[in-house]
Antibody
Framework: EVHLVESGGGLVQPGGSLRLSCAASGFTFSSYEMNWVRQAPGEGLQWISYITTGGSSMYYADSVKGRFTISRDNAKNSLYLQMNSLRAEDTAVYYC?????????????WGQGTLVTVSS | DIQMTQSPSSVSASVGDRVTITCRASQGISSWLAWYQQKPGKAPKLLIYAASSLQSGVPSRFSGSGSGTDFTLTISSLQPEDFATYYCQQANSYPFTFGGGTKVEIK
């Protein structure tokens, strides 16, 4: 069974940094492109980042470009999101999500999410 | 960026009702559209991909249609477990944008 488990969320001050992790199991992690999607409290879904299977290519939403970095370690079946220069508007639940297959950009499995709160 | 506009933003319906949600893309996306269901405090769940293909395990009362810029999600006979928020997402090009959501509420 496919499982994605996020960790690393918490309370951080504006301008601070946080690193999120997503532990994957139940599938061949190295064969799937991965994403981070966030949801601010009471709001809709926002895709923020994507990474290819080998980690050679990454895409970002404009709202996080230059501040967030997606990466992966296929040997550890793990996905990461390094978040720097955090702002109040980055407060959200962050989900890792698997793309359904190569060349497909919809998301068939999601983690339970980890809450990031940016506040002084 | 491709903008995704859903309507209505909320709908009140009764068990057994037929419910239709629409999603419009700001430019053509062929059939690169997905629909998700999200319940409070839970992660989204993929229902439909490629505009009309039912994800494995999803009940057949859910169906999707459309191509280009206009898409619909239909629930043929609403069940108690279907009360949730539904999102469309364009899977054509990044950034992979979502619609604003449609909340299906109990009438």
């Amino acid at each position: 069974e496919v499982h994605l488990v996020e960790s690393g969320g918490g309370l951080v001050q504006p301008g601070g940094s946080l690193r999120l992790s997503c532990a994957a199991s139940g599938f061949t992690f190295s064969s799937y492109e991965m994403n981070w999607v966030r949801q601010a409290p009471g709001e809709g879904l926002q895709w923020i980042s994507y990474i290819t299977t080998g980690g050679s290519s990454m895409y970002y939403a404009d709202s996080v470009k230059g501040r967030f970095t997606i990466s992966r370690d296929n040997a550890k079946n793990s996905l990461y999101l390094q978040m720097n220069s955090l702002r109040a508007e980055d407060t959200a639940v962050y989900y890792c999500a698997r793309t359904r297959g190569s060349g497909w950009y919809d998301f068939d499995y999601w983690g339970q999410g980890t809450l990031v709160t940016v506040s002084s | 960026d491709i903008q995704m506009t859903q309507s209505p933003s909320s709908v009140s319906a009764s068990v057994g009702d037929r419910v239709t949600i629409t999603c419009r893309a700001s430019q053509g996306i062929s059939s690169w559209l997905a629909w998700y269901q999200q319940k409070p405090g839970k992660a989204p769940k993929l229902l439909i991909y490629a505009a009309s293909s039912l994800q494995s395990g999803v009940p057949s009362r859910f169906s999707g249609s459309g191509s280009g810029t206009d898409f619909t999600l239909t629930i043929s006979s609403l069940q108690p477990e279907d009360f949730a928020t539904y999102y469309c997402q364009q899977a054509n090009s990044y950034p992979f944008t979502f619609g604003g959501g449609t909340k299906v509420e109990i009438k």
